[in-house]
């Protein structure tokens, strides 16, 4: 192994993230589009309520530190 290659190694290690990513959903990208476009988003308020409870699920217990 080549010390080019071992370096390659270090920084890919670095690159990843610490923990894994939290499922997410389209609600943000829906409503930055939304409103960059000047439009109302058309979503039933079951489904925003859906997407706000997964989320809420995604993220776990919110515990405080102080």
């Known amino acids: 192994m080549k010390e080019g290659d071992c370096l390659c190694v270090i920084v890919l290690d670095f690159l990843q993230p610490y923990k894994p990513r939290p499922e997410t959903s389209a609600t943000v990208a829906r409503n930055l589009v939304a409103g960059a476009l000047g439009l109302q988003t058309r979503v039933s ?22």
């Open 45 to 66: 308020k079951e489904q925003k309520e859906l997407e706000r409870r997964k989320l809420k699920e995604a993220r776990g217990p919110v515990t405080c530190t102080r």
